[in-house]
């Protein structure tokens, strides 16, 4: 991944933790300034820190993903800052509630988790590409999940916003591949991040369950994910679009 986003601005949601940070070290690292997005200051701040002290440019941009004002001002600030846009990774999100069933969920998780993990994302790539477009091309991913491609029982709203993060993903792709706007989707298996961890250390039998699930018979780790983000955003996957990766030890393999 050596020098490949030198040049580049890469703007990552929910970069201050996780997935989203090892991801903003991966573009930090290939050369990007690195736009990081959370509504968590603390979290962002520190991702921010960590790239500046290897040596690298990072700015914090305080957002909620699911407010649209939210999503044009965190792409308006980025240019503003960075003078471009070249590669996106909507990757905010929020855990389902964990096993509850579909007839006892409620109406107040259910939009929560729709309009963090879905709309986000919607919201993410509307004024990214508005942006692309004006500069010719760039390259955007998506988080969905595991969850995405087939269901865990338990958590409905999750694997609802999953999916769809998936179908829009593909949506997307097909609209802008003229327009030099490559759109991808990577798709996580289980992974050890503060989203996670909760349900490890409190649910009894998850993590053991969890592992299980997985034929590489381990978690994934936060930089599995961001090496796999990074790939796709660069032009070393120029002919890639509407994809959806697994990166998940084989748990849909089965
Ligand atoms: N950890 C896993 O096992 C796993 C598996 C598959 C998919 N995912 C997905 O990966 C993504 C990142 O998850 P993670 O495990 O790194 O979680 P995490 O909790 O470590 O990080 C998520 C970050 O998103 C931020 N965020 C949440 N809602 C936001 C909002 N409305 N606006 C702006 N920022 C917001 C949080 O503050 C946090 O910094 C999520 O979309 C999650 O669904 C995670």
Not at 17 to 32: E, N, P
Not at 77 to 92: E, H, I, K, P, T
Request: charged residues 20%; proline residues 2%.
């Amino acid at each position: 991944m050596a020098n490949d986003f030198e040049g580049k601005v890469a703007l990552v949601t929910g970069g201050g933790s996780g997935i989203g940070r090892a991801t903003s070290l991966v573009y930090a690292k290939g050369g990007a300034k690195v736009v990081v997005v959370d509504r968590d200051v603390e979290g962002g701040e520190e991702t921010a820190q960590l790239i500046k002290e290897a040596g690298g440019e990072a700015t914090l941009i305080h957002a909620d993903v699911s407010q649209a004002g939210d999503c044009q001002r965190m792409v308006e600030q980025a240019v503003l800052q960075f003078g471009r846009l070249d590669c996106a990774f909507n990757n905010a999100g929020v855990g389902g509630r964990d096993r509850v069933m579909t007839a006892e969920y409620s109406e107040e998780d259910w939009d929560r988790i729709i309009s963090i993990n879905l709309k986000g994302v919607w919201l993410g790539m509307k004024y990214q590409i508005i942006q692309m477009l004006e500069q010719g091309g760039g390259a955007i991913v998506n988080t969905a999940s595991v969850a995405g491609l087939v269901a865990i029982r338990g958590t409905c709203a999750y694997v609802a916003s999953k999916h769809a993060v998936a179908g829009l993903t593909k949506a997307a792709a097909l609209e802008y591949a003229q327009s030099g706007i490559r759109v991808n989707a990577v798709c996580p298996g289980y992974i050890r991040t503060p989203l996670t961890q909760p349900l490890f250390d409190t649910m009894e039998g998850f993590e053991d369950q969890a592992v299980a699930r997985h034929p590489l018979g381990r978690l994934g780790e936060p930089h599995e994910i961001a090496e796999a983000v990074a790939w796709l955003s660069s032009d070393a996957a120029s002919f890639v679009t509407g994809h959806t990766m697994t990166v998940d030890g084989g748990y849909v393999a089965q």
